[in-house]
């Protein structure tokens, strides 16, 4: 089972730093990956990185504000978002992927098989 945690409301321009972390599996061992839904749209990649904190990615929205990372001792990976616009507004999901991650290759939701229940974030003008 994977949690998310961290979201809430903020002013643009702000940052969150949400968590994700796993209570029956561990998480070092797996691809994990940052997805976003926002109201109204479809589901879109927002990061991932790849086992022992190697390699990361990021969709061309969050590139230069978010940064992924992992503490495997804590079981948890992270994502920090910075300067944080509206409309980044959007339930956030972490998932474990069957994949790797590398900059070079598009985060594909069809290969994380295992999705945390998300943590709004919203973003006010």
């Known amino acids: 089972q994977l949690v998310e945690s961290g979201g809430g409301l903020v002013q643009a321009g702000g940052s969150l730093n949400l968590s994700c972390t796993a209570s029956t599996f561990t998480l070092g061992r797996y691809t994990i990956g940052w997805f976003r839904q926002a109201q109204g749209k479809e589901r879109e990649a927002v990061s991932c990185i790849g086992t022992s904190g190697g390699r990361t990615n990021f969709a061309d929205s969050g590139k230069g504000r978010f940064g992924v990372s992992r503490d495997d001792a804590k079981n948890t990976v992270y994502l920090k978002m910075n300067m944080l616009r509206p409309e980044d507004t959007a339930v956030y999901y972490c998932?474990?992927?069957?994949?790797?991650?590398?900059?070079?290759?598009?985060?594909?939701?069809?290969?994380?098989?295992?999705w945390g229940q998300g943590t709004q974030v919203t973003v006010s003008a």
């Open positions: 998932a474990r992927g069957s994949t790797f991650c590398d900059d070079s290759v598009d985060i594909r939701a069809n290969q994380y098989l295992y």
